[in-house]
Each structure stands twice: as structure tokens, then as C-alpha cells.
T-cell receptor, first 114, second 114 residues
């Protein structure tokens, strides 16, 4: 049973398109995250939700819009895709927002913008 | 502000040799510290974490790390490297007072030579 799953695993699209990445966790966790990992493997947090409420919103272009329909799902919609959006996007979850809790990561979605 | 620095973007060891991956943190109070491992084309998974219970922390796959407050370090070691240890390793810090954002280091790629 996959704990944190993401779809799709690979996404190739043209500049200017709009795309979505879906994330689901079956761990019963309260907090979910989106991270962006660039080509140099640098991992940067984008958003965090706790019980469907946005708690972290880093300096991310407003073309990126997260949506949490329930606490088990956190989707990421990206408008007007740009070349610089090419990266691997990871979804993660943790028990709650208490510091020190382990984060569980999904397998990643490799986004390539042409 | 909290930060974490991993010394060396690449480390190469021979199979059976000692593995030492370095991590230094910056924090006004002892934070929570983590080591995560990322195998190729996979998400991150927790190796071990420090939560002030003990300064020497044992993790999975024979890895351990020692918290040294005087040196603000949390280096990861394994006595004998195995080929399967080849991966990207991330040190991370999470504050224990206010704010819940986990900051990841830039990562260290471990190569294991036969």
C-alpha cells in the first residue's frame, strides 16, 4: 500500500499550458506539503496545509495554486507554465504540524516544460 | 533564522570503507535535526532524527549521527559502506519553538566504489 502517492509520475508539456499534479496520502496525517526539487537536487518548500488550511506559503509565483479538498489530498495546479518550472515536485505529509515530526514523501512528479 | 549546511556536494568511498557525511546547523536553540536519503528516482525517506533524547542517534541501514552542540554539527556516519548506500543524502532542521518549516540542506551525493 502506497503511503503518499502522486500522479502523474512524468509530465511533459508546452510552455503556456496549465497542468495539475495530484497527491493523496493514506496515513491519516493532518499536514501535507509541496516541495520543488531543482536539477541540482536543491529541495525547497512551496506550500503546507494543515487540516485543509494553508499554513506555509513561500515566495512562489501566483501561477501556482494548491488546493486541499480534504486532509488526505493536496493538489497543485500550475497556470501558464514556464521553462523554469521544469523540476521534480514532491508531495509529503506528516502527522501534524508539531516540530520534529517525520515527513513522508511521495515518489515525485517530474515536470518538463518545452 | 535557521539554516543547515552540508559540506561536500559529492562524497566517494570504497565499498567497506567508513562513510562520513557532514552537516552543520545554525539555530539559536537546539533544533530538531534529520537525515533523509533519496535513492534514484524516488522520494526522500527518513534515516534518523534527533529530538534531544540522546546525542547519538541510530537510524536504519546501519547509519548513525551524533549531535554536537558545541560544534553545531550533526554528521552522519556508517562504519562500512555498501553499494546499496549510493544515494543522495539530505540533512534537515526543524525549529522547536514557533514556525514549522523544515529546512533542507543542499544534499550530498554518496558514490560507493566496488
Amino acid at each position: 500500500d502506497t503511503a503518499v502517492s502522486q500522479t502523474p509520475k512524468y509530465l511533459v508539456t508546452q510552455m503556456g499550458n496549465d497542468k495539475s499534479i495530484k497527491c493523496e496520502q493514506n496515513l491519516g496525517h493532518d499536514t501535507m506539503y509541496w516541495y520543488k526539487q531543482d536539477s541540482k537536487k536543491f529541495l525547497k518548500i512551496m506550500f503546507s496545509y494543515n487540516n485543509k488550511e494553508l499554513i506555509i506559503n513561500e515566495t512562489v509565483p501566483n501561477r501556482f495554486s494548491p488546493k486541499s479538498p480534504d486532509k488526505a489530498h493536496l493538489n497543485l495546479h500550475i497556470n501558464s507554465l514556464e521553462l523554469g518550472d521544469s523540476a521534480v515536485y514532491f508531495c509529503a505529509s506528516s502527522q501534524d504540524e508539531v516540530p520534529g515530526n517525520e515527513q513522508f514523501f511521495g515518489p515525485g512528479t517530474r515536470l518538463t516544460v518545452l | 533564522a535557521q539554516s543547515v549546511t552540508q559540506l561536500g556536494s559529492h562524497v566517494s568511498v570504497s565499498e567497506g570503507a567508513l562513510v562520513l557525511l557532514r552537516c552543520n546547523y545554525s539555530s539559536s536553540v537546539p533544533p530538531y535535526l534529520f537525515w533523509y536519503v533519496q535513492y534514484p528516482n524516488q522520494g526522500l525517506q527518513l534515516l534518523l532524527k534527533y529530538t534531544s533524547a540522546a546525542t547519538l542517534v541510530k537510524g536504519i541501514n546501519g547509519f548513525e549521527a551524533e549531535f554536537k552542540k558545541s560544534e553545531t554539527s550533526f554528521h552522519l556516519t556508517k562504519p562500512s559502506a555498501h553499494m546499496s548506500d549510493a544515494a543522495e543524502y539530505f540533512c534537515a532542521v526543524s525549529p522547536n519553538t514557533g514556525g514549522f518549516k523544515t529546512i533542507f540542506g543542499a544534499g550530498t551525493r554518496l558514490f560507493v566504489k566496488a
